[in-house]
Nanobody, 116 residues
Framework: QVQLMESGGGLVQTGGSLRLSCAASGSINTMGWYRKAPGKQRELVATITSGGSTKYADSVKGRFTISRDIAKNTVALQMNSLKPEDTAVYYC?????????????WGQGTQVTVSS
């Protein structure tokens, strides 16, 4: 079983920056961040593989950067030029791969609020 511990959410003004961090209890193939805003479905924000390949939602490209420290089993999301529409609960995700029955694990979520 994998445990994920997130940190770094908070309140920031439009145009500001926040950095989210997530520590995993073991080595993970792909880690990422998802978010859920009120009244909306959870959506992918960014993912990164153990090899460093990244994927971003179109809405955050050029503003957010995902990175990871393989040795420390951590993943971070640097969020710049934040907008009110980025307000959501952000969840760290661990993807153990398609051959695992327990493929996905989630953190408890951290609130990000961007004021206009």
């Amino acid at each position: 079983q994998v445990q994920l511990m997130e940190s770094g959410g908070g309140l920031v003004q439009t145009g500001g920056s926040l950095r989210l961090s997530c520590a995993a209890s073991g080595s993970i193939n792909t880690m990422g961040w998802y978010r859920k805003a009120p009244g909306k479905q959870r959506e992918l924000v960014a993912t990164i593989t153990s090899g460093g390949s990244t994927k971003y939602a179109d809405s955050v490209k050029g503003r957010f950067t995902i990175s990871r420290d393989i040795a420390k089993n951590t993943v971070a999301l640097q969020m710049n030029s934040l907008k009110p529409e980025d307000t959501a609960v952000y969840y760290c995700n661990a993807d153990l791969g398609p051959f695992r029955i327990d493929r996905y694990y989630w953190g408890q979520g951290t609130q990000v609020t961007v004021s206009s």
